[in-house]
């Protein structure tokens, strides 16, 4: 089983980047996705989650009007659009699978079964 995050970088506030979360090893069409992301000295927090048929989405007030969370399953693919981008905004950011029930908030506390390895995000001011 594989995750791996691609397409951070390095970005002026107010800029745009499309992070992929390339999946293998298992049937992504069974699976709830989600982004988090963690800046140093903080806690990891969640930034968006897509169920499995997409038809539920979640989004952390931080991002809402942002950032863009889909998925492609027939490609095995996760993308998170960030656009106007704050420094706020840096972090590395993960993309995580699992089984899991989306009813409020379970989708950022519940236990995921696969984790990506992450990738950075930096925007400058």
């Known amino acids: 089983v594989q995750l791996v995050e691609s397409g951070g970088g390095l970005v002026q506030a107010g800029g745009s980047l499309r992070l992929s979360c390339a999946t293998s090893?298992?049937?992504?069409?069974?699976?709830?996705v989600s982004w988090f992301r963690q800046a140093p000295g903080k806690e990891r927090e969640g930034v968006s989650c897509i169920s499995a048929s997409s038809d539920t989405i979640f989004y952390a007030d931080s991002v809402k009007g942002r950032f863009t969370i889909s998925r492609d399953n027939a490609n095995n693919m996760v993308y998170l659009q960030m656009n106007s981008l704050k420094p706020e905004d840096s972090a590395v950011y993960y993309c995580?699978?699992?089984?899991?029930?989306?009813?409020?908030?379970?989708?950022?506390?519940?236990?995921?079964?696969?984790w990506g390895q992450g990738t950075q995000v930096t925007v400058s001011s």
């Open positions: 995580a699978a699992g089984q899991i029930p989306l009813v409020g908030e379970t989708w950022l506390f519940h236990e995921y079964d696969y």
């Open positions: 090893g298992f049937t992504l069409d069974y699976y709830v």
